[in-house]
């Protein structure tokens, strides 16, 4: 069962603008989320997290958003950049359980 | 402060044989966490190891088995081998608790079986 959705497979924003990428999750024993960035041939990089406690997280141009009522996760790139193009997981953990997303491919046009 | 390594880069295997892969953990880390990724689809954790014990295991067989060593590197191997566990094969490394999930990928091996 996929406990962590993310239902747009890609995505392209032009540069300058912001990029959203969503995710969904069904397990409200989730405590952990996070968002990893993937490019071709390369491991997954961590780039944001968010404790269950939070509702919104920031650093820098990325800011991840908590909505435990609706169990969905959000990442936000502003301003986004040609360099951020890659696939995005998020990712959720409970205890030493981690489950991820499938990946959402973001194009961020010239 | 060198990153997590994994070997072999490719590795191509027939239905029934047994595989090992190997990951060298980030420089002082102490728990290993390996995760299988089908074409199109996210990382499924597999399982993790803390200072050389299992601390988790997610809904793989027991054909699916591990090793942490006291330098904290680890190993994965598979018997039996199957069609389904053609993947790409990640570990990730982290420090501290096992329940820190800031992790540092390898860059993986990918696997197909035959």
């Known amino acids: 069962d996929q406990q962590v959705k993310q239902n747009s497979p890609s995505l392209s924003v032009q540069e300058g603008r912001i990029s959203i990428l969503n995710c969904d999750y069904t397990?409200?024993?989730?405590?952990?989320f996070l968002w990893y960035k993937k490019y071709p041939a390369e491991g997954p990089t961590f780039l944001i997290s968010?404790?269950?406690?939070?509702d919104k997280n920031e650093d820098g141009r990325f800011t991840v958003f908590l909505n435990k009522s609706a169990k969905h996760l959000s990442l936000h790139i502003v301003p986004s950049q040609p360099g951020d193009s890659a696939v995005y997981f998020c990712?959720?953990?409970?205890?030493?359980?981690?489950?991820f997303g499938t990946g959402t491919s973001l194009t961020v046009i010239p | 402060e060198t990153g997590v390594t994994q070997s072999p880069t490719h590795l191509i295997k027939t239905r029934g044989q047994q595989v090992t892969l190997r990951c060298s953990s980030q420089?002082?880390?102490?728990?290993v966490s390996w995760y299988q990724q089908a074409l199109g689809q996210g990382p499924q954790f597999i399982f993790q190891?803390?200072?050389?014990?299992?601390?988790g295991r997610g809904n793989f067989p027991p054909r699916f088995s591990g090793l942490q060593f006291p330098n904290y590197s680890s190993e994965l191997n598979v018997n039996a081998l199957e069609l389904d566990d053609s993947a790409l094969y990640l570990c990730?490394?982290?420090?501290?608790?096992?329940?820190?999930?800031?992790?540092?990928f390898g860059p993986g091996t990918r696997l197909t079986v035959t």
């Open positions: 990730a490394s982290s420090l501290g608790s096992p329940n820190l999930s800031e992790q540092y």
């Open positions: 420089s002082g880390h102490n728990t």
């Open positions: 397990n409200s024993m989730f405590d952990y």
């Open positions: 190891y803390y200072r050389e014990e299992e601390n």
């Open positions: 990712a959720a953990s409970t205890g030493n359980q981690f489950y």
């Open positions: 968010i404790s269950s406690i939070k």
